[in-house]
């Protein structure tokens, strides 16, 4: 009997079942998914560097005459447990072309190494380890190669020193070490054979060969102190600070869980708003069962046997969905990092279980109104007459409104319960889309400059070629300036060429030792910068530090530091503090007026250009591709091209600002159609009166869609309010980690964000309501005769 | 007198079922101003069917029925609409009630929406309560549909209909959901409005709602049996007498 019930009722309300089964079905997904990517997230970056054989430390040197000062330094150290090595050349993107052509763009030093002899792992896409490379073979590692459109199998050429040698592309591997967004050093990865013919040239020999280090040690900053001094040492960092590199992933990462939780959140109010609903619908079948003897506790056990059923074939279909949804969100960051959850099938079922055990509760809770109701609710279609409050807050004799206008705006704050909760998931599907895309815009803005300690200019020309010269010693870092200033002057575009340059020098605070990098400029002020705290520094002996640094050295304003330069020790009078995205924070600034040798420069970001005329944005684009001509270089940007560059993760963001767009409207549709289909069902005979009386099909359909779009207009103010309390909340924390711990300012595109996307949500809500509300066509005024 | 409706051959078949169902077959009757019509007929004989037909709530499928002298099967559906709203006021069994707005609003929500008087809200408010106040429930205007009786609520319901000043009234059961006493105080009511000219079709099955009626059709299975005028001079007990001996000649 009660199976005939359940399959009676099933059929009979097919489309209110459908919808909930829908709901279901996205509440198990999002669950599923959603906790599968935060244990990935979670445990993600461990994960990925315990497999990739990562250390506690690691040292980039150059070998100055086959010399190798950094491995006699580590052999009689107290404070290196044990250390790996693997020999590197280092190139740059001018050694690789593939039909005379740079075979890819970047501007940081790239490595060439023997993938048989290292300890360390490199993975594919598949995240599997790959332990050989064939002779003639090459495999590219880092974010750059995943860029680019190389396909396995392209031939292209290495051109170093005598040799001139021709390799076949073997596919994009993951590099745990300098793979990430922000370091993104290249590793090229040949077989034994192939590396020996590289490494034995004499002028790699001589300019281009040094190592790789891999620590380990059990007293990190003893071991910094110690290495701080050391010479030919071109890079050392420590595993921290690797992690903090994948900050701009770990940010989408972030997001992304944040995204999840929000989703989870979500469809567990969805469900439980509309297991509420359909519940209070049944007011009249429930009273008829009473009436004719049945128990309050078979009642109840009928509907948890409905929403079981529902339940388990829902999650049952969430289940599997959960799998190319999870990789679909996730997809994003995994291109850089090994990101994979053992338990992803365990969890997804028990998640699926927790679906059904959830819906079941809320199922139990709704079902105990089923106790207050009486047959007398059968009689009185649920109206018991005991409301002795007026439940109406509007007068329509005291209006101006149009009758369906009034209809429309009365009704929402009839059912306050019901629509506020509408309301609630519109605005949080809105916020979710208006944070993702100011954090993207900001991503991409000029803000950025501040927090990559950059002056603005006209063009961003990022010049390894140069800049390599320059680190190598081969050229002066002026020589270059005034280079590039000829040629465009040459060029009818006479500009200012300057370049910010990076030092990395041992610092002494409180007694211990530092490896920080200082950014020098002579053709900038320091007070051309923001600080955070303090005055910028004025005279050659003063300096500003990041907040995390200063932290980090247990230093105030005003304290002074020790600072080894070119084998001298000179005192520095910290004046002021900043914050830095740069090298995750371990950043200083040097006063212009501080003269410091050229040959100490360990790199740059690249030469920046300011056109003497100030010619307008247009100008400056045209010029731009004039340039990618003349020097023959892809790598010139304007602001917001280069910020793009460096932060490298603006677009990934779009994306995941643009699919979760997607699902958010995927929500509100199913939301508005649900509701909408639940208010015509439950309103049937009001439509029918008020088309008995005489209003018109169009009136209804407005009065209904009405009620929908007033809800989703306070929705909108709602998440407009919210957006920037949210940022604070959740994005400040994220970028605090990378170094910007004094809060970020955000870049607003109000047309966009408070504009654009609202009217998205607001037209898909509003169309997919006044769809559903055709539906009342099909009422007529003659129903009134028909309705119980 | 004027003629108000006119019924003229009206049909209405439903198919049911692939199966075809002749609810109402040719039809004719009609309405004059101030006249106050009754229905009555066996359960399924057609009665609300014919009242919801000739009132342009339902389709017919054949026929004539002209409303005013303007010729309602010939209207469309927007037309049929704003007859029904500014000409003509209804009353059900049911007393179906905006759940969301207060008896005065549903009231007066009809004169809100109609073209007809271009008045303000507050002056159709007004009326509203005037209304109310003829019919005894000035006391409920503010109050929630579910605080009221069903007596109180069929009286707003005829507040409703009555708000546009319609030139005619068409019930289906008005009393068929009230006990004995509020059914007689809704009856007396209506009896009021056409005294004072309201044209009025009630469908019913009841003799005593019918005998204060001026002219009693009887339908069995689609077709008007019989037509019976009932003497206004007599008293209501007579009246009921009378049609009670006609209805049971006709088979009642």
């Known amino acids: 009997m009660y199976r005939r019930m359940i399959l009676k009722d099933l059929k009979r309300k097919k489309t209110l079942n459908i919808i909930l089964l829908l709901f279901v079905v996205l509440s198990a997904m999002f669950t599923a998914s959603g906790v599968n990517n935060i244990m990935t997230v979670e445990k993600g970056l461990d994960h990925y560097f315990e497999e990739a054989g990562m250390a506690d430390y690691y040292i980039l040197s150059h070998k ?22 693997d020999e590197v050349i280092y190139t740059s993107e001018d050694n ?78 993951k590099d745990a070490l300098f793979g990430s967004e922000m370091i993104n050093n290249p590793r090229m990865l040949v077989s034994d054979e192939d590396f020996r013919k590289i490494a034995n040239d004499e002028y790699v020999k001589q300019y281009n060969s040094g190592s790789i280090y891999y620590i380990e040690t059990d007293d990190l900053s003893a071991l910094q102190s110690e290495t701080a001094e050391a010479e030919d040492v071109y890079l050392a960092i420590d595993n921290e600070t690797v992690k903090l590199n994948y900050f701009m992933n770990m940010l989408v990462a972030m997001i992304i869980l944040i995204v999840s939780i929000g989703l989870i959140i979500v469809s567990f109010a969805v469900l439980r708003f509309t297991i509420g609903f359909t519940i209070a619908e049944e007011f009249r079948e429930i009273g008829v069962m009473k009436a004719i003897g049945l128990q309050n506790h078979s009642i109840r056990l009928l509907y948890l046997a409905k929403y079981f059923c529902i339940a388990v074939v829902g999650a049952f279909i969430g289940y599997f969905l959960n799998i190319p949804f999870g990789k679909m969100l996730i997809a994003s960051i ?77 009704d929402v704050f009839s059912q306050p319960k019901q629509f506020s909760i509408i309301t609630a998931i519109f605005a949080i599907c809105t916020v979710f889309v208006m944070v993702l895309s100011v954090t993207a815009n900001t991503l991409s803005s000029e803000k950025m400059l501040k927090l990559l300690g950059l002056t603005k200019s006209d063009v961003y020309f990022v010049d390894s070629k140069r800049i390599t010269d320059v680190i190598s010693g081969a050229r002066n870092v002026n020589e270059t300036k005034q280079e590039i200033s000829d040629i465009l002057a040459e060029n009818h575009m006479p500009a200012f060429v300057y370049i910010e340059e990076w030092y990395n020098l041992s610092v002494t605070a409180n007694g211990e030792k530092y490896k920080v990098n200082f950014v020098w400029c002579d053709d900038t002020e320091t007070t051309d910068y923001t600080y955070t705290k303090g005055v910028a520094p004025k005279y050659e002996n003063e300096i500003a530090l990041t907040e995390v640094l200063a932290e980090k050295m247990g230093v105030e304003i005003g304290d002074t530091l020790i600072i080894g330069i070119d084998g001298e020790n000179k005192e520095f009078i910290l004046t002021a503090l900043f ?159 990378m170094g ?46 028909n309705i119980e | 007198m004027n003629t108000v409706l006119e019924v003229k051959d009206l049909c209405k078949t439903y198919i049911v079922n692939k199966r075809q169902n002749n609810v109402l077959r040719n039809v004719n009757f009609s309405v004059n101003e101030g006249e106050m019509i009754g229905v009555m007929g066996p359960s399924g004989s057609g009665k609300s069917t014919l009242l919801y037909t000739v009132s342009g709530m339902d389709k017919m ?135 004072n000219g309201t044209t009025m079709m009630i469908v019913t099955h009841d003799v005593k709602v019918a005998s204060r009626c001026g002219k009693v059709l009887f339908i069995v299975d689609g077709n008007i049996k019989g037509e019976y005028a009932i003497d206004s001079s007599a008293n209501l007990r007579d009246r009921e007498r009378s049609l009670n001996h006609w209805l049971m000649e006709m088979g009642w």
């Open chain 1, 64 to 85: 100055s005459n086959g010399k190798d000062s950094v491995q006699e330094l580590l052999q009689n150290s107290e404070n290196a447990k044990s250390y790996r090595k």
């Open chain 1, 96 to 173: 690789f072309k593939q039909n005379g052509k740079k075979l890819m763009e970047y501007y940081n030093v790239s490595m060439v190494q023997s993938l048989s002899n290292s300890d360390f792992h490199f993975f594919d896409s598949e995240n599997k380890i790959v332990k050989e490379v064939d002779s003639g073979k090459m495999y590219i590692a880092g974010a750059i190669a995943g860029k680019s459109d190389l396909q396995i199998g392209d031939k292209f050429t290495l051109k170093i020193g005598e040799i001139n040698m021709e390799f076949e592309f073997a596919g994009v591997l």
């Open chain 1, 334 to 410: 995994s291109k850089n990092m090994v990101l994979e959850n053992q338990n992803s099938a365990v969890l997804g079922i028990l998640c699926c279980i927790v679906v059904v055990l959830v819906i079941l509760f809320f199922s139990w809770n709704c079902t105990g109104k089923i106790k207050k109701l009486s047959p007398i609710d059968a009689v009185r279609s649920g109206q018991t007459g005991k409301r002795f409050h007026k439940k109406s807050i509007l007068q329509l004799g005291k209006t101006k409104l149009k009758s369906t206008a009034f209809l429309a705006i009365n």
């Open chain 1, 579 to 737: 914050q830095s995205i740069m090298q995750t924070g371990n950043v200083g600034r040097l006063c212009q007026e501080f003269e410091i040798p050229n040959q100490l420069m360990t790199g740059a970001i690249g030469y920046q250009i300011n056109f003497n005329d100030n010619p307008e944005e247009k100008i400056i684009s045209e010029r731009i591709e004039t340039l990618k001509d003349i020097f023959q270089n892809k790598n010139i940007y304007n602001v917001r091209g280069f910020i793009n560059n460096v932060t490298g993760v603006s677009d990934t963001l779009e994306s995941v600002r643009n699919f979760v767009l997607l699902i958010s409207l995927i929500v509100i549709i199913l939301i508005a159609v649900l509701m909408e289909h639940s208010f015509i069902s439950n309103e049937k005979s009001e439509i029918a009166l008020m088309k008995a009386i005489g209003f018109r099909n169009h009136a209804i359909m407005t009065q209904h869609t009405g009620r929908f779009f007033i809800s989703v207009i306070l929705a909108q103010l709602l998440a407009s309010c919210l957006c920037v309390p949210l940022l604070i909340l959740f994005i400040d924390p994220i970028f605090s980690t």
């Open chain 1, 740 to 785: 910007a711990t004094g809060g970020i300012e955000y870049q607003f595109n109000v047309v966009e964000q408070f504009v654009i996307y609202p009217l998205i949500i607001t037209a898909t809500v509003a169309i997919s309501a006044f769809l559903t509300a055709i539906h009342t066509r099909t009422i007529t005024a003659s129903d009134t005769a």
């Open chain 2, 61 to 195: 499928t054949a026929g004539e029925v002209f409303f005013c002298g303007k010729n309602m099967s010939a209207m469309r559906e927007k037309e049929l609409a704003t007859v029904r709203l500014e000409d003509m006021g209804f009353i059900f069994q049911q007393m179906y009630m905006m759940k969301n707005l207060s008896v005065l609003d549903n009231i007066i929500l009809p004169a809100v929406k109609s073209a007809k008087h271009r008045e303000s809200n507050q002056k159709i408010e007004q009326r509203g309560r005037e209304l109310m106040k003829r019919l005894g429930i000035a006391e409920i205007a503010g109050n929630d549909i579910n605080e009221v009786s069903g007596g109180q609520l069929q009286r707003a319901c005829i507040c409703r209909s009555m708000i546009n000043n319609p030139k005619m009234i068409f019930a289906d059961e008005p009393t068929g959901s009230l006990n004995r006493t509020s059914s007689e105080e809704v009856m007396e009511e209506l009896t009021k409005l056409n005294a």
